[in-house]
């Protein structure tokens, strides 16, 4: 799979977002914390492990598994079956009562019954082999469902998420996650942990599924229920693109490099304020960074980023200064006949501001 080389991250104008950008940080959430109730916590449904795995998984021995067969071919002894039957009410809690269930024995009114006198007394037959046959199977899918609840609670829940998408661009993605267009978006390079070590959201129609031979037969199975749980989504989230980036604690911040932040884009509603607090702290700590204004583009339900170099106060001062500066010495002081001949793509008020700081320096220096 090709991963993007860009990854983008919607954000709301607030102390968080602003400390967390002040200090290289992204956020891992717990799952929990999304608003999308189905995310991570979607069911999975689970194809269960091939009588071949389920025999060579759960018995240890090749003496055992033939036992085991024996009794499937209906050929097991009184002993052979007793051997088996001492075995499996070892392995699972949950075949002895199976069995007993499929025997249709009374186990009633607190009724106990003695799995070794049971063993002591077997009677064998066609129904005793198809209930160890029946409850053994039925056992085995309830201790891997169990084992996949304990791993989904100990390893998966526990995870941490970071959320990115590959649009900048993206109307609704503006509109609910950068604060109806008053946020911003922030660009990293996908060559810098953490995000070189991204997964791409699967979107799906249909919940997912584990396949339990992947998970019980090759150690690195694990993977396939962080994919089912962590990177599964419903198809109607699709337009997001969405690739997330996973750590081994949740609810903490991680710092990356300064040169992985490669680009901010204003929302088009931003304030000129909060534009210049975000402006001033990317440009003292990323000199590589560059700054896009989003803009809505004419005739069209789309907006488009436009470059735009920022200046500080002061250096707007200085660049301002020089080209009025020889109308202020001919004692020209009417902010509108000053502010004619400069181009620099600011409003109004704010360049009036400017030329007024200036006058009053001018004045100081007298």
């Known amino acids: ?41 979607h069911e999975v449904s689970i194809k269960p492990l091939s009588k071949e795995a389920a025999k060579k998984l759960f018995f240890g021995k090749e003496a055992e598994r033939q036992l085991f067969e024996k009794i499937e071919e209906k050929s097991a002894n009184n002993k052979e079956i007793a051997q088996i039957l001492t075995l499996l009410f070892q392995l699972f809690k949950t075949f002895e009562i199976k069995l007993f269930q499929n025997l249709n024995v009374d186990l009633s009114k607190g009724k106990k019954y003695d799995s070794q006198e049971f063993i002591n007394n077997i009677e064998v037959n066609s129904a005793l082999y198809d209930a160890i046959i029946e409850s053994f199977y039925s056992s085995l899918n309830i201790t891997i469902e169990n084992s996949l609840k304990l791993i989904r609670e100990q390893k998966v829940y526990s995870k941490g998420i970071s959320c990115f998408s590959t649009e900048f661009d993206s109307m609704l993605m503006w509109a609910y996650y950068a604060d109806g267009h008053k946020g911003f978006c922030l660009e990293f390079n996908t060559e810098y942990e953490p995000f070189s070590k991204m997964h791409k959201v699967k979107y799906k129609r249909e919940l997912p599924s584990i396949d339990a031979n992947q998970i019980f037969t090759d150690f690195s199975g694990n993977i396939e229920i962080v994919e089912a749980y962590l990177l599964s989504k419903y198809e109607g989230w699709s337009h997001e693109n969405e690739w997330r980036v996973l750590h081994d604690k949740n609810r903490i911040a991680f710092g990356y490099k300064p040169n992985a932040l490669t680009g901010v884009y204003f929302g088009s509603k931003m304030s000129l304020t909060d534009f210049e607090i975000i402006a001033v702290i990317i440009k003292s700590q990323h000199s590589n960074c560059k700054f896009y204004q989003m803009e809505k583009a004419p005739g069209q339900f789309k907006i488009t980023p436009k470059e735009i170099t920022y200046s500080t106060f002061e250096e707007a ?36 501001t400017l030329i007024e700081a200036i006058i009053d320096d001018l004045k100081m220096k007298k």
Do not use: A, V
């Open 317 to 352: 001062k200085k660049m301002i200064l020089n080209d009025i500066k020889p109308n202020i010495e001919r004692g020209i002081t009417d902010l509108e006949e000053l502010i004619k001949d400069i181009k620099i793509p600011i409003s109004k008020s704010h360049l009036i």
């Open 1 to 41: 799979m090709t991963k993007p080389k860009k990854l983008y991250k919607y954000q709301s104008f607030s102390q968080y977002s602003l400390r967390n950008l002040k200090n290289n940080h992204i956020y891992f959430n717990h799952p929990e914390d999304f608003n999308d109730p189905f995310d991570t916590f």
